[in-house]
């Protein structure tokens, strides 16, 4: 599976940006997805995951009510959207597939990732 991540770019303080990862494979509607992101100086951390059906997402404490992470299984897609943005969210975002079905926020448990998408707010 090959993940490529998009729309990251330079947004003031309360603005909302759309990151979005496309998949490659057949087997997409099968992938627990999730989105983390590694600020500078920074561990990678987990922000959301969505289950392999889009009935299940969790997010990190920090961006609850912000963040809403969705898929279309069709499209082979997944998306982050982020609202109300702060300069906290500063970071490289990074889209990652798990061929098992538990959702997770280990990012040692995710089997394939994207390059990622910076995402920069500014105050």
């Known amino acids: 599976v090959q993940l490529q991540a998009s729309g990251g770019g330079l947004v003031q303080a309360g603005g909302s940006l759309r990151l979005s990862c496309a998949a490659s494979?057949?087997?997409?509607?099968?992938?627990?997805m999730g989105w983390f992101r590694q600020a500078p100086g920074k561990e990678r951390e987990f922000v959301a995951v969505i289950s392999w059906s889009g009935g299940s997402t969790y997010y990190v404490d920090s961006v609850k009510g912000r963040f809403t992470i969705s898929r279309d299984n069709a499209k082979n897609t997944v998306y982050l959207q982020m609202n109300s943005l702060k300069p906290e969210d500063t970071a490289v975002y990074y889209c990652a597939a798990r061929r098992d079905r538990k959702a997770t926020p280990h990012r040692t448990e995710y089997d394939y990732w994207g390059q990622g998408t910076l995402v920069t707010v500014s105050s």
């Open positions: 494979g057949r087997t997409f509607s099968s992938y627990v």
